[in-house]
């Protein structure tokens, strides 16, 4: 059985039904796929969006609250298989995907999925834009596997490559116009103090 649901569907809507499904550890995968906001409904803001992002329903400031880390909710219920992907490494995902399926229990991946619309881009960018978030290090691919977290593909490369700003992500999207460069360089030491502990994590 697989499941597949948005952001707003598994972060907002439907997590106590999943957060039970955890508990009773049945048997199936949910794929959540987040595009960072209610999208089909007018690109309001979800628990998902990110701190500064401009939506339909947040301040002119952008969204004021960090981002909700289900990845992280799902690993306290401890279940078998976790995975985060994105859209933009479709080999990655795919290699996930036939992972979970070697697994009983709940198996859970996160994809992280750009909106052109929605984020303020040309589709022609979709890839690239994708490609960037992973890059910066604002997101990060990785498993967890009966409780033993590492990071995968790209982002493991990332250990030893120097990672792009974060800024190089943000000025692609209308949707962090807002940003201030106090907030960006804030970011940014967020995203250097997060990447400080992958390395002592891997090491």
């Known amino acids: ?74 690993a306290a219920h401890n279940v078998d298989y976790i995975a985060t992907a994105s859209a933009s490494y479709p080999l990655d995902l795919f290699d996930k995907i036939t992972k979970a399926k ?27 834009t994708g490609r960037l978030a992973v890059e910066t290090g604002l997101y990060a691919l990785y498993e967890i596997e009966n409780g033993k977290w590492q990071l995968s593909g790209p982002s493991k490369r990332m250990l030893t490559k120097k990672r792009l700003p974060v800024s190089d992500y943000f000025k692609t999207q209308s949707r962090f116009k807002a940003l201030s460069k106090s907030k960006i360089a804030e970011l940014q030491d967020q995203v250097d103090k997060k990447w400080e502990e992958y390395a002592n994590s891997e090491a």
Not at 37 to 64: C, D, E, F, H
Not at 103 to 121: E, L, M
């Open 1 to 74: 059985v697989a499941a597949w649901a948005g952001d707003g569907g598994t972060a907002d809507i439907g997590i106590q039904a999943l957060s039970g499904a955890c508990e009773r550890r049945d048997n199936f995968i949910f794929i959540c796929y987040d595009n960072e906001a209610y999208m089909n409904t007018g690109v309001q803001r979800s628990s998902t969006t990110p701190q500064g992002v401009l939506t339909t329903t947040t301040p002119i400031t952008g969204k004021l609250t960090v981002s909700k880390d289900m990845p992280a909710i799902i």
């Open 102 to 128: 070697d697994f009983r229990g709940v198996k859970y991946i996160h994809i992280h999925t750009p909106c052109p619309s929605g984020w303020g881009f040309e589709p022609q960018y979709t890839i690239k």
